[in-house]
């Protein structure tokens, strides 16, 4: 019993196994602090466009303009929680901002001037008065190409259901938009 107790001391004590343990933890420590020193990813937001084929009564259209700001905002928001992201403007001479105007093209020279990375635009349009889509795609900067292009529908035409989308779209983008 002696025996076996000082055999299983003296393993222990064995300076291999001193080191593949420091080894370990300087390993965990090291990669803990490289990961927390890459910096964020920078992701251009263009505004989105709205298209509206319900053919629902007119009168609507300063609560869809309401909510496609909000939408915008939630979604901004919701990345720049994310470590993994930083979000930067694009200033556009026409305030619009959106990929139908001033156009894909200077959308991406603009966020390639402030710095991105990506560069996300992308659509809301209401199908129905209960059934609204978003269509969205990520540009890789440096790639010069999409690494994500999506297609989502949502129900309801309400601000929760838009914001509900606006997050969703965030989560899709983090999980499986960026390579």
């Known amino acids: 019993m002696v025996q076996a107790s000082f055999h299983v001391k003296s393993r222990l004590c064995a300076p291999g196994w001193w080191r593949a343990i420091a080894l370990a933890g300087a390993t965990v420590l090291a990669s803990t602090a490289l990961a927390e020193a890459i910096e964020p990813l920078t992701v251009a937001v263009a505004n989105f466009d709205f298209r509206d084929t319900s053919g629902e009564a007119d009168g609507q259209i300063d609560g869809h303009d309401e909510r496609l700001t909000a939408f915008g905002a939630?979604?901004?928001?919701?990345?720049?929680?994310?470590?993994?992201?930083?979000?930067?403007s694009l200033v556009c001479r026409n305030g619009q901002c959106t990929a139908r105007d001033p156009g894909i093209a200077e959308l991406y020279e603009e966020a390639k001037r402030a710095g991105a990375n990506y560069l996300l635009i992308g659509e809301i349009h209401k199908m129905s008065t209960l059934v609204g889509w978003a269509k969205y795609v990520l540009l890789d900067i440096n790639a010069n190409k999409p690494t994500c292009d999506r297609f989502i529908t949502y129900r309801g035409d309400t601000d929760e259901a838009w914001k509900r989308a606006a997050r969703f779209v965030a989560n899709d983008i983090e999980r499986n938009c960026i390579p």
């Open 74 to 88: 939630t979604l901004r928001d919701s990345l720049s929680r994310r470590k993994k992201f930083s979000i930067t």
